[in-house]
């Protein structure tokens, strides 16, 4: 059925109505463009991280996990270049006031909105800056990062002499990062705070070409492993204008969101700028010594760098669908099963018969051990299994009058909404080889 007809609207109002994603400060009007993850989005966020952490860091012997702190030394951000160079260029409306970003505007001169005259660009630092301590006098002036990437630089050294690793090697971290964005907007996929998942990975100068390939498509790949629908993901390699101040050259892995082809991820051959720039202005010896060969050199990097909040966002837009039952639309968010937030579903087919209820709790309690379980009895049967639907949950175990005599349940299947009668006995061992095949 088709769903892109106010895609966007409609996603937001499940997040909301399902408590995956709630505007921040609501009671007080809201803080725009600032969003709070609930119950749902928490679980759904923390499955998106730990897959991104699994495939990253368990599943390889090349990668380290990290996990840095978001304030730093204000001359980390000197020696990255961010206090010179990341700026966004924006331009006020004479008449309507509004405030652009001069990169998304057609014509710089005149207001998109109400053609109105507008200023020339001006540049604006991106990052946000605060205090350390009690005087703010200036002395103290610190920033919140624009990217998790810094902690990791600034611990090469840590690394290198604790964990001796040998090239090419990485390391990984998923952190908050603030960025003082002009225009943000399209829901959670421009926003001022925001959650990263980034590797660092280190290589030989010379391999650094082919290992940006290697990454571009090993990251591509974890997408489409999760789920997201081939047509709706492409490769987009920068243009030499759009490189950021530390880039060679950088890849964008992009999602077909309702409001456009947009990015989810940059994969880029950031060179030896990082290590070079913090040896010299940390005056530390941050190069390489290859053992074999005895040489000294300072690494290349290549960096995948992906947003959690975007991630979220695309594997709910792509998961999201309405199939006509009857008379009936049935929403149904078919994420994938290691991202769905809950696996398994509980519910009494009658709430008012004790007998069924205990024994629904019982099997709840039971699942609970092994799978994210919740027991579920706050209306109707039909309510209850569109509720589990809305918020992508894999199996709706109900208990009925007959569960009593013969010790089975019906177990129905999200995506193909067939049922199975399963002993009681058997369940987990059913489920098991469901949620792991
Ligand atoms: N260390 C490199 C770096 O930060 P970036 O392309 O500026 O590169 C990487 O950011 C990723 O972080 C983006 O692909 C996007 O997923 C996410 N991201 C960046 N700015 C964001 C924002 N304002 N809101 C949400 N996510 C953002």
């Not at 008012?352 to 205990?358: A, F, L, S, T």
Request: proline share 4%; charged share 30%.
């Amino acid at each position: 059925m088709n769903t892109n007809d106010n895609l966007m609207e409609k996603i937001v109002s499940l997040c909301k109505r399902r408590g995956f994603i709630f505007q921040s400060s609501e009671i007080y009007g809201g803080l725009s463009n600032t969003w709070d993850y609930g119950p749902f989005g928490v679980e759904l966020k923390n499955n998106v991280k730990s897959a991104w952490w699994k495939a990253n860091v368990y599943d390889r012997d090349d990668i380290l996990g990290m996990d840095a702190a978001i304030l730093m030394h204000p001359k980390v951000w000197e020696a990255s270049g961010h206090v010179d160079n990341f700026y966004d260029l924006k331009s006020d409306c004479k008449s309507c006031k509004k405030r652009f970003k001069v990169a998304d505007l057609k014509d710089p001169k005149r207001c998109p909105e109400c053609k109105g005259e507008l200023t020339q660009g001006r540049p604006f630092n991106l990052m946000f800056k605060t205090h350390q301590g009690p005087v703010e006098d200036g002395t103290g002036l610190i920033y919140l990062r624009p990217e998790t990437a810094q902690g990791m630089f600034v611990n090469f050294l840590n690394i290198l002499d604790s964990k001796h690793p040998k090239l090419p090697f990485g390391l990984a971290q998923i952190g908050k990062a603030f960025r003082n964005e002009v225009t943000p907007g399209n829901f959670t996929f421009r926003t001022r705070e925001f959650e990263q998942m980034e590797i660092e990975y280190f290589v030989k100068p010379g391999e650094a070409d082919k290992k940006l390939e290697e990454w571009i498509d090993y990251r591509f790949n974890w997408y489409l492993n999760l789920g997201i629908k081939k047509e709706n993901l492409r490769k987009r390699p920068h243009t030499k204008d759009e490189l950021a101040h530390y880039a060679k050259a950088c890849t964008d892995i992009e999602y077909n969101f309702p409001f456009g082809w947009s990015e989810l991820e940059g994969i880029a051959n950031r060179t030896d700028f990082d290590l070079k720039q913090h040896a010299q202005v940390s005056q530390k010896e941050l190069q390489y010594f290859d053992g074999t060969t005895k040489e000294k050199f300072y690494p290349y990097i290549i960096e995948p760098s992906g947003g959690v909040d975007r991630s979220v966002l695309a594997f709910l837009v792509d998961a999201y669908d309405e199939e006509k039952v009857k008379d009936d639309v049935r929403v149904v968010v078919k994420l994938n099963k290691d991202l769905a937030p809950i696996k398994v579903a509980v519910l009494p087919l009658l709430k008012n018969r004790p007998e069924i209820v205990e024994l629904a709790k019982r099997i709840a309690k039971d699942l609970k051990k092994c799978f994210i379980t919740v027991y579920d009895d706050t209306a109707s049967i039909g309510k209850l299994y569109r509720r589990q639907d809305e918020v992508g949950t894999l199996y709706c175990v109900t208990v009925d009058v007959q569960s009593l005599e013969d010790k089975q349940v019906t177990v129905r299947d999200r995506d193909t909404m067939l049922q199975d009668r399963i002993g009681i006995d058997n369940l987990k061992k059913y489920l098991w080889e469901k949620l792991n095949s």
